[in-house]
């Protein structure tokens, strides 16, 4: 149905994000204003979903801003980078102060910083938001994480809530993040997150395919299992089903028809850059992120297929099964790494620029609707909500326990991989991290020793405050420096 009632809420862009996140408010009743570069697009969105709602098509962004209510609250749905800034620049000069644009693409935190910063000198509130879940979320209820002024949030908050995801317990997949860009910098950690993810269910998958024997179809059962336990969350179910799809053509599993390079649109590269910018250690993520650059390397990979290492050789069934076991244990406390890091993150990037981030809130929103939505966030959040000021979500005493458990399995696995030549970037990762964090002593001290001796870049020592430095090149008495 088409009115030209004033609409609550309008959405340019209407590619298949915005095309279904408009339908998404329209389903909740809200009236919804669209606009799209091309018109053709704004009236076939008319024509097929028009039953579902109210919507006022505009040809030109003046029919579209003069179709909004005020304040207005205007979703950008475009490619994140400079089209962005094409809308902004297209529709800021006809909006007024108090007037919100929301961009609910995957943009860098740095350019909504940008943008938020220079909008506001002209009053108008800019609001990036992060939005997970894929077009299904964005029809059925996404994961949003919204930055930007928190008055925007008075407004705009509660249309969120109505078409975000809920949790288990009902509550809205959707929270303040913090001022300008801290929406999408957590939406950004979201995706590196996801990205770990993936690679440890990947690592799994072959684990369990060449030392374990088992097939696809087996290992898709397998996952189907976990799904059931404390591993239950979207990217496992979803393993299952792509591990149990068969390939039409060829009849063969649909995984080994696949080209094994995986491509990456770069949320989870930023996530390693921001990350060694701020000096947080996501080893897990970083190497989820080499992991597809590796992959995508055909002439290196064809060129290295010669190279010495074990053929592995399939256990028997019996053992495989407790295989499976110890695997299970493996990815479970890599998973906690991966979230204890990508959660240091946060905490690192909401200090850095006075966010105030609320870690046991995001936890809470990821719980639902989103890519990485699994039921081991309600835990997550429930150490960050006891205990808001957790330094590590491995100082948690529930976590702690469960990977004091899982230690020995998860070692044993990266034996296995090792002696079969199955490459375990990420679990291996993961458990260096978590070795290096309960060490008493790290080689930290030889390399500052070792700086010094070659620059004179100075050590302090463990028994007196100061710094010093040794004559290497002389007599090797210690000065003060
Ligand atoms: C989400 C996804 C979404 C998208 C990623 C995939 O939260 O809904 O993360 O944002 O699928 O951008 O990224 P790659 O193409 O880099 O794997």
Redesign the pocket.
């Known amino acids: 149905m088409t009115t030209s009632t004033s609409a609550q809420i309008g959405v340019t862009g209407l590619a298949v994000m915005g095309r279904n996140l408009a339908r998404n408010f329209a389903r909740n009743g809200y009236t919804v204003a669209l606009h799209n570069r091309t018109a053709a697009r704004t009236h076939a969105l008319v024509e097929e979903f028009g039953e579902e709602g109210i919507f006022v098509p505009a040809e030109t962004a003046k029919e579209f801003v003069e179709a909004l209510e005020r304040p207005r609250r205007l979703v950008v749905m475009v490619k994140a980078g400079e089209p962005t800034d094409a809308v902004i620049q297209e529709f800021a000069p006809l909006l007024e102060p108090g007037d919100m644009i929301i961009d609910g693409g995957?943009a860098h935190f740095a350019d909504t910083r940008r943008r938020e910063r220079e909008l506001r000198e002209q009053g108008i509130h800019f609001v990036g938001a992060g939005i997970?879940?894929?077009e299904e979320?964005a029809l059925h209820g996404p994961s949003i994480m919204p930055g930007g002024p928190s008055e925007s949030y008075d407004s705009l908050g509660p249309m969120l809530e109505r078409i975000s995801a809920k949790a288990a317990d009902g509550a809205p997949c959707v929270t303040h993040i913090g001022p300008d860009g801290a929406g999408h910098f957590v939406k950004m950690v979201?995706?590196g997150i996801?990205y770990a993810d993936m690679q440890l269910i990947g690592e799994a998958y072959q684990l369990l395919r060449d030392v374990g024997g088992f097939t696809p179809a087996e290992i898709a059962d397998i996952f189907r299992t976990w799904n059931t336990g404390r591993l239950d969350s979207y990217l496992i179910e979803i393993t299952a089903e792509v591990l149990s799809h068969v390939d039409a053509a060829t009849g063969r599993p649909f995984v080994d028809v696949v080209v094994d390079r995986a491509?990456?649109?770069?949320?989870?590269r930023w996530t390693v850059q921001i990350a060694l910018d701020l000096g947080v250690p996501v080893s897990g993520i970083a190497e989820a992120v080499f992991a597809r650059s590796l992959s995508g390397h055909a002439a290196l990979r064809d060129a290295s297929r010669e190279l010495a290492g074990p053929t592995p050789t399939p256990l028997g069934r019996e053992e495989a099964a407790a295989f499976a076991d110890r695997v299970e244990q493996a990815l479970y406390a890599s998973k906690i790494v991966s979230y204890t890091q990508g959660f240091h993150e946060i905490a690192a990037g909401s200090e850095e620029y006075g966010w105030d981030i609320d870690l046991g809130a995001v936890a809470s929103i990821w719980r639902g609707g989103?890519?990485i939505r699994a039921a081991f966030l309600d835990r997550i959040r429930a150490a960050y909500d006891a205990r808001p000021d957790l330094p590590s979500l491995l100082s948690d005493a529930t976590f702690a326990e469960e990977i004091a458990a899982a230690q020995d399995d998860w070692r044993e696995v990266l034996v296995s991989a090792t002696r079969k030549g199955v490459p375990t970037p990420g679990f291996a990762a993961a458990l260096a991290y978590y070795d290096a964090l309960r060490a008493p002593r790290l080689p930290a001290a030889l390399t500052q020793g070792q700086r010094d001796f070659f620059g004179a870049h100075t050590y302090r020592r463990v028994d007196r405050e100061g710094s010093f430095h040794t004559l290497w090149g002389g007599d090797r008495g210690e000065v003060e420096a």
């Not at 491509?263 to 989870?268: A, C, L, S, V």
């Open positions: 995957n997970s879940g894929g979320g979201h995706n996801e491509e990456q649109k770069g949320t989870g989103c890519i």
